[in-house]
């Protein structure tokens, strides 16, 4: 396995950088938190430029140049989705960008990604050139996405099972929310990385050389992202019918506590129709009987329980 190195490039100088990206040769360098006006000293690529494909995380990116001795480079970034990050939809995704050239390879990121440092571990043998590891490390950040949906399936089905458990309560409403948020993120970084697949294709002799391993590459990340989309596409268009759903059913209930609360209107507005037909000051039956009032009881009773069972048996109630 390859003896990989990370640094803290706050803590690196102008030397370090130079060794990093025109000096030593076959090791692999991850970079955070770097000092970029020191990287731009060293690759045809200005401070501003570097910055700003460093800090945005909404966009892909893909360029090749050649600096004052001729020497070809190849700048791209991979867009990381972090379901972590909740607070701002900006945040929520990571930048990884490779700078590359024929004998050289450097991963930066804007910030420290503790997982990224073991993935390296895991990917990178000795034995691979730098562009077929820049091929496994993908496959396996794809792999990674495709695990993060497999959680998305688990809490949409335990979104269900609340509902049905539950109902249409408040906290569903959030977390279906929450996950719409991340399917829309997720639907932007696949579409983004789709974009760096395509232009390993479009410039491969820049990146490949061989055509061989350029048609395994293209056909192997294409098929895992294509993958990718269709589960997005799909658990997006479950999640739009589970709203649905979810708003039918809060209406029913609605409609269900409605008409319960109007039957009960209509079944105490009997007893008082009664009493206020016996209160008439004039002859009525029963106003001379000692029990007279316990006779009109039982039968605004008995008129309220006819009532009820009618409004039951038209399902009215």
């Given at each position: 396995?390859?003896?990989?190195?990370?640094?803290?490039?706050?803590?690196?100088?102008?030397?370090?950088?130079?060794?990093?990206?025109?000096?030593?040769?076959?090791?692999?360098?991850?970079?955070?938190?770097?000092?970029?006006?020191?990287?731009?000293?060293?690759?045809?690529?200005?401070?501003?430029?570097?910055?700003?494909?460093?800090?945005?995380?909404?966009?892909?990116?893909?360029?090749?140049?050649?600096?004052?001795?001729?020497?070809?480079?190849?700048?791209?970034?991979?867009?990381v989705?972090?379901?972590?990050?909740?607070?701002?939809?900006?945040?929520?995704?990571?930048?990884?960008?490779?700078?590359?050239?024929?004998?050289?390879?450097?991963?930066?990121?804007?910030?420290?990604?503790?997982?990224?440092?073991?993935?390296?571990?895991?990917?990178?043998?000795?034995?691979?050139?730098?562009?077929?590891?820049?091929?496994?490390?993908?496959?396996?950040?794809?792999?990674?996405?495709?695990?993060?949906?497999?959680?998305?399936?688990?809490?949409?089905?335990?979104?269900?099972?609340?509902?049905?458990?539950?109902?249409?309560?408040?906290?569903?409403?959030?977390?279906?929310?929450q996950?719409?948020?991340?399917?829309?993120?997720?639907?932007?970084?696949?579409?983004?990385?789709?974009?760096?697949?395509?232009?390993?294709?479009?410039?491969?002799?820049?990146?490949?050389?061989?055509?061989?391993?350029?048609?395994?590459?293209?056909?192997k990340?294409?098929?895992?992202m294509?993958?990718?989309?269709?589960?997005?596409?799909?658990?997006?268009?479950?999640?739009?019918?589970?709203?649905?759903?979810?708003?039918?059913?809060?209406?029913?209930?609605?409609?269900?506590?409605?008409?319960?609360?109007?039957?009960?209107?209509i079944?105490?507005?009997?007893?008082?129709?009664?009493?206020?037909?016996?209160?008439?000051?004039?002859?009525?039956?029963?106003?001379?009987?000692?029990?007279?009032?316990?006779?009109?009881?039982?039968?605004?009773?008995?008129?309220?329980?006819?009532v009820?069972?009618?409004?039951?048996?038209?399902?009215?109630?």
């Amino acid at each position: 396995m390859l003896d990989f190195q990370e640094y803290d490039g706050k803590t690196l100088g102008s030397k370090d950088y130079e060794d990093l990206l025109i000096g030593n040769k076959g090791i692999l360098p991850y970079i955070y938190e770097p000092q970029i006006e020191l990287i731009s000293e060293w690759i045809p690529y200005s401070k501003v430029e570097l910055k700003e494909v460093l800090e945005e995380t909404q966009e892909s990116f893909y360029d090749f140049r050649e600096d004052k001795q001729e020497r070809e480079w190849v700048v791209f970034k991979l867009l990381v989705p972090d379901s972590q990050k909740q607070v701002q939809f900006s945040k929520m995704v990571d930048a990884i960008v490779f700078i590359k050239s024929e004998e050289h390879l450097i991963l930066v990121t804007q910030n420290r990604l503790h997982e990224l440092s073991e993935r390296l571990r895991e990917t990178y043998d000795s034995s691979q050139t730098f562009n077929t590891f820049v091929v496994s490390f993908i496959y396996l950040t794809l792999d990674d996405m495709f695990e993060d949906l497999k959680e998305v399936k688990k809490r949409i089905s335990e979104i269900e099972r609340s509902i049905q458990e539950s109902g249409a309560v408040k906290p569903i409403f959030n977390e279906i929310l929450q996950l719409k948020k991340y399917l829309i993120m997720l639907s932007s970084t696949y579409r983004n990385n789709e974009r760096l697949i395509e232009n390993f294709g479009k410039y491969s002799e820049h990146f490949f050389g061989d055509s061989k391993l350029k048609q395994n590459a293209n056909d192997k990340l294409s098929d895992r992202m294509t993958t990718l989309k269709d589960m997005v596409d799909s658990y997006n268009q479950y999640l739009s019918s589970l709203d649905t759903m979810i708003n039918n059913l809060s209406s029913y209930q609605l409609n269900e506590i409605m008409k319960v609360l109007t039957s009960i209107s209509i079944i105490l507005t009997i007893p008082t129709m009664v009493y206020g037909f016996w209160g008439i000051n004039v002859p009525l039956p029963f106003e001379k009987l000692a029990y007279g009032f316990i006779l009109v009881f039982l039968i605004s009773l008995v008129i309220s329980f006819f009532v009820w069972g009618w409004l039951k048996k038209r399902r009215l109630m």
